[in-house]
């Protein structure tokens, strides 16, 4: 059974600093590709940023230069650090795993940031 936690959400003010992390559970983290999904009150769910095992990294042009994903393949965490944050970085944030050899996805329940002042 694989399980998918974040942390380190919150309220934080308009240029400020958050560091997400989502713990993994089960086999899956080694041979996953890890991502980080957002989605704002009344808009669909989008894409943020991916990693993949071997540690090659996307990211949406709307957070590239701000945003930045990393993985502890010890740990089995992968981490979101979030700099020069705007009002409109609100959303729920989720992790999911993609496994490399089914496709199986996995996501997390997400959590909340908030980007005012």
């Known amino acids: 059974q694989v399980q998918l936690v974040e942390s380190g959400g919150g309220l934080v003010q308009p240029g400020g600093s958050l560091r997400l992390s989502c713990a993994a559970s089960g086999s899956i983290f080694g041979s996953a590709v890890m991502g980080w999904y957002r989605q704002a009150p009344g808009k669909q769910r989008e894409l943020v940023a991916t990693m993949t095992p071997a540690g090659t990294a996307t990211s949406a042009d709307s957070v590239k230069g701000r945003f930045t994903i990393s993985r502890d393949n010890a740990k089995s965490t992968v981490y979101l650090q979030m700099n020069s944050l705007k009002p409109e970085d609100t959303a729920i944030y989720y992790c999911?795993?993609?496994?490399?050899?089914?496709?199986?996805?996995?996501w997390g329940k997400g959590t909340l940031v908030t980007v005012s002042s």
């Open positions: 999911k795993a993609r496994s490399l050899y089914y496709g199986t996805e996995y």
